[in-house]
C-alpha cells in the first residue's frame, strides 16, 4: 500500500554533514507523525527525532543541537539533516511515517522505510 524510500546515507568525515531523505508513495490520504530512528548492532532500535503534522518536533538527547528533521507534506516526504557528525553516530537510520490511506480511517499506521547506512570515518 505504501512505500517508503530512503536516500542520502553513505560516508563521511567526523565534523561533516548528511542530509537523509525519506519519501512515501502509494495510497496516502494524509501523514501524521514522521521520525528517524537508529538501529545500534545489538540493541533496540532507538528514536533520534520526531515531527509532527503540526510541525511540533522532538529530540532524542543524541540528537539535541546537532539534527534537525523537518518535513515536506507536498512530497509525502522527511528528512534529517546531522551535522558535527561524530564516530557514534554510524548506524543504519530508518525513517517512520504515520499514514492515514483514506479519509475514513481515524488511526495511522507506521510505515517504514529500509534503512540508509551511515558511516562516519576518515
Not at 561533516?16 to 548492532?41: H, K, N
Not at 507534506?73 to 522527511?78: D, E, G, P, Y
Not at 551535522?83 to 475514513?104: A, I, M
Amino acid at each position: 500500500q505504501v512505500q517508503l524510500v530512503e536516500s542520502g546515507g553513505g560516508l563521511v568525515q567526523p565534523g561533516g554533514f548528511l542530509r537523509l531523505s525519506c519519501a512515501a508513495s502509494g495510497i496516502i490520504f494524509t501523514i501524521d507523525e514522521m521520525g528517524w530512528y537508529r538501529q545500534v548492532p545489538g540493541e533496540q532500535r532507538e528514536s533520534v527525532a520526531k515531527v509532527t503534522s503540526s510541525n511540533v518536533t522532538d529530540y532524542s538527547d543524541f540528537a539535541k543541537g546537532r539534527f534537525t528533521i523537518f518535513r515536506d507534506n507536498a512530497k509525502n516526504s522527511v528528512y534529517l539533516q546531522k551535522d558535527s557528525l561524530k564516530t557514534e553516530d554510524e548506524d543504519v537510520y530508518y525513517c517512520t511515517e504515520g499514514v492515514r490511506n483514506y479519509s475514513y480511517h481515524h488511526d495511522s499506521y507506521k510505515f517504514w522505510g529500509q534503512g540508509t547506512q551511515v558511516t562516519v570515518s576518515s
